[in-house]
């Protein structure tokens, strides 16, 4: 089982028309959230780690998890309410963002909160997106991972997300103390430039995480793809897919979810075969973790799709190499 752990909020949509009435739609959304939904669809077990509020949307929250048969065991009711990001678009077409984050329950997890021992059937942990560096949340999570990090394997997705996380300083501080610990580091050519600058080489970077002791750096790219860094110096290259874009919400999740789903089939999520990886274990993996961010692309927002959609499409050559 892999516990995710991060946050869950509400993608709330508002649309204005002619005359200036607002129409709004939540959509049950954040990160580690959707990474939770998307192992549990690929058919790896999957629970969730993080603050689901007692209000409406905390609990369409929960119900969401459980229906897609996510343990919820690990997760904290919160009196605090749910964040909040507000996507507004005008009539003209122009998307305006503003997130409602401060005090609430995904961030207000203390190290106390956390201290009950993992079960032995947890082998992995994954930690992504604001909760990594916005506190107290960011603190207990890292003296978790510092606690389980000798004997699990620690994942992670900076997410990178400006205007919600703090300054880039304290980000960097927070999560360089995250990547220390971690075996596998999942960024996106995108969160690579925020956080290092539109100059950043992506393999310089990479090295760095790697010489920091991941095993596995891996780095998205885009319809181009992505690129795994291993440990021994081998690098994999895996091109796009040819899709019908509907958009791109969730498709760095898929990723996420789908890489770790796949090495757990092949027995290569340990903290041992990890440090052993070499390219021809990797690529199997990264193929189909292409494949299942390609469907979720092809679909509108965070649908992450199943294991045997993703199997059928590879195997009926559906997904053609760009």
């Given amino acids: 089982m892999i516990l995710v752990c991060g946050e869950a909020l509400i993608d709330l ?73 507000i996507v507004a678009t005008s009539p003209s077409g122009q998307p305006g963002y503003t997130f409602h984050g401060e005090g609430k329950a995904d961030r207000q997890i203390t190290q106390d909160m956390l201290a009950k021992p993992l079960p032995s059937e947890i082998t992995a942990l994954t930690f992504g997106s604001y909760t990594l560096a916005v506190t107290p949340v960011a603190d207990a999570y890292l003296a978790l991972a510092r606690r389980e990090a000798p004997s699990r394997v620690i994942s992670i997705d900076p997410n990178l997300r400006p205007g919600v996380t703090p300054g880039m300083a304290d980000w960097q501080k927070h999560f360089n103390a995250f990547a220390s610990l971690a075996d596998i580091v999942k960024a996106s050519e995108e969160d690579i430039a925020i956080a290092y600058g539109a100059a950043a080489g992506v393999e310089t970077v990479a090295k760095d995480w790697l010489a920091m002791g991941a095993s596995l750096v891996l780095v998205t790219r885009g319809g181009r793809g992505a690129a795994g860094f291993l440990k ?29 789903a796949s090495l757990n089939k092949a027995r290569l999520l340990t903290k041992t075969s990890l440090a052993a990886l070499e390219a021809r274990a990797l690529r199997p993996a990264m193929d189909y973790a292409v494949a299942a961010s390609a469907i979720t692309c092809g679909r509108r927002g965070a649908d992450l799709p199943t294991d045997a959609e993703v199997l059928a499409l590879m195997q009926q050559g559906l997904l053609e190499v760009t």
């Fill in 13 to 85: 949509f508002v649309r204005e028309d002619e005359a200036g009435n607002l129409a709004a739609e939540p959509v049950l959304g954040g990160s580690p959230f959707n990474v939770a939904i998307g192992l549990a669809r690929l058919g790896t077990p999957a629970a969730f780690c993080g603050g689901l509020s007692f209000d409406r949307f905390g609990q369409a929250l929960k119900q969401r998890l459980l229906r897609e048969h996510v343990d919820v065991g690990f997760s904290i009711d919160s009196p605090c309410l749910t964040t909040l990001s």
């Fill in 232 to 260: 021994n110096g081998d690098v994999v290259a895996v091109e796009g897919r040819k899709i019908e874009v509907c958009d791109t919400v969730g498709a760095g999740d898929t990723f996420h979810a789908a890489i770790l």
